[in-house]
């Protein structure tokens, strides 16, 4: 029977539909044309132009702050609630705590923007970085306690409790068992809530103040004022980044399994 190329032209449709449009920034950032379109030669002339805009690497610089700040409370505060759900599940009160949880994922954005932006000015918070980081914790716990949550299903605590029987205390235990058990799922849960937190748009719109732009706001006023071939060399910038870390990643975790089976 002769196999269907059907298949195969969607998954390849799709894959085009995908990465076409992020091959064409790309080759766009490298154009010397000031609007893109037509082929004007190739350049790097904005690359060294974005190298002389200090605005841009004051929000990136402030993105990153904001998001290693926002990682570590919400793996803090996600994993707690995650023991705390999965230890006392049977409780009349999980169901609250359950719902406390999923209400950030569900919200639209741009409410709980003004919901949050709203309760600042009423308790006289002035609006700046640390705005931002609260805003973003909101709704980073979720996802982090949802992520350990899932880790928690398959984990068996007779391994605390027996570390705890030959004598070790308790935050020994935590330290030398259940963390580095839990490590996989906390490192998800850390990425998860680092990417929202650097991608996040609506929120930090509403809260964010005076010299705490962040990059997605800074490349949201970018092109208002038109500065597209800039944005398209801050974005292959990021794109490589991004590549060059799961490429380390990979190389990590292969090199990692192999000392393991060794």
Same mark, same amino acid.
């Given at each position: ?30 154009? #010397? ?33 904001? #998001? ?34 999923? /209400? ?33 914790? /909101? ?34 235990? /935590? ?11 906390? #490192? ?19 809260? #964010? ?18 500065? /597209? ?34």
């Amino acid at each position: 029977m002769k196999r269907s190329r059907f298949p195969f032209i969607v998954t390849g449709l799709v894959l085009v539909f995908f990465y076409l449009p992020i091959l064409i920034l790309v080759v766009d950032s490298f154009n #010397a044309s000031r609007f893109g379109g037509a082929w004007r030669g190739f350049s790097l002339k904005w690359y060294v132009r974005l190298f002389h805009e200090p605005a841009i690497w004051t929000a990136a610089r402030n993105t990153l702050v904001i #998001a290693l700040i926002v990682t570590f409370v919400s793996l803090l505060l996600g994993t707690t609630s995650a023991l705390a759900l999965h230890r006392f599940s049977k409780s009349r009160f999980q169901r609250v705590h359950y719902t406390l949880i999923y /209400t950030p994922l569900v919200v639209p954005e741009i409410l709980m923007g003004i919901s949050l932006l709203m309760a600042f000015v009423a308790a006289g918070v002035k609006l700046g970085m640390g705005t931002i980081i609260l805003a973003h914790v /909101t709704f980073c716990i979720s996802y982090v306690a949802l992520v350990v949550l899932g880790r928690l299903q398959d984990f068996d605590f007779t391994v605390v409790e027996a570390a705890r029987d030959l004598g070790a205390t308790g935050w020994t235990a /935590t330290r030398r068992v259940l963390l580095p058990m839990l490590a996989p799922g906390l #490192a998800a849960a850390g990425l998860i809530a680092f990417t929202l937190s650097v991608d996040d748009f609506v929120i930090t719109f509403f809260v #964010a103040g005076p010299g705490s732009t962040t990059l997605p706001i800074r490349v949201y006023s970018m092109i208002k004022h038109g500065a /597209t071939p800039l944005i398209n060399a801050l974005s292959t910038l990021l794109l490589a980044l991004t590549f060059t870390t799961v490429l380390v990643s990979q190389r990590l975790s292969k090199s990692g399994a192999l000392e393991g089976g060794q």
